[in-house]
């Protein structure tokens, strides 16, 4: 659980700084500068907590689909620009967290045992469904 939640945060990331790049709009960008922060933020205390309990995290069959996933989204974003591009960014933030957000919060924390790593999930998933929120005010404004 704890590789694919910081796959799934590096991943958000990656298109976060490929937003920066290439879009002109100003919400993506502030949206994206939230995106890194935020995940940013919580991968380093869900580090810090894996190195308080003596355990690292294993790369699985599902972090490995989400990086695949990831390398063709982010490939076929390279391919736009301007309005098209910001759609498309818009779009995949608002599936992509109703995704993560759904696996995390009907999966991952009903069978997470220790009361820290519990309570880190907990305080990431409320994060991360204002992430969906705000994305979902982006698609909106965006079409």
């Known amino acids: 659980m704890a590789h694919v939640a910081y796959t799934a945060d590096n991943l958000d990331i990656r298109y976060a700084h490929l937003a920066l790049a290439k879009s002109k709009n100003p919400e993506i ?6 995106m890194i922060r935020d995940h940013e933020a919580v991968n380093e205390q869900a ?14 069959f599902l972090s490995q689909k989400l990086n695949q996933d990831g390398d063709a989204i982010i490939e076929r974003f390279s391919t736009l ?30 069978n997470i045992e220790n009361a820290e790593v519990k309570a880190l999930f907990e305080e990431g ?18 079409n």
Do not use: C, W
């Open 29 to 34: 960008h502030k949206f994206a500068k939230t």
């Open 47 to 60: 580090l810090a907590l894996l190195e308080k309990l003596g355990v690292q995290a294993q790369d699985n």
């Open 81 to 110: 620009s301007g309005a098209e591009f910001d759609r498309a960014y818009a779009e995949n933030e608002l599936a992509y967290h109703k995704a993560v957000n759904a696996l995390v919060g009907d999966v991952f924390i009903p």
């Open 125 to 142: 998933l409320k994060i991360f469904k204002a992430h969906e929120a705000h994305a979902e005010m982006m698609v909106e404004a965006l």
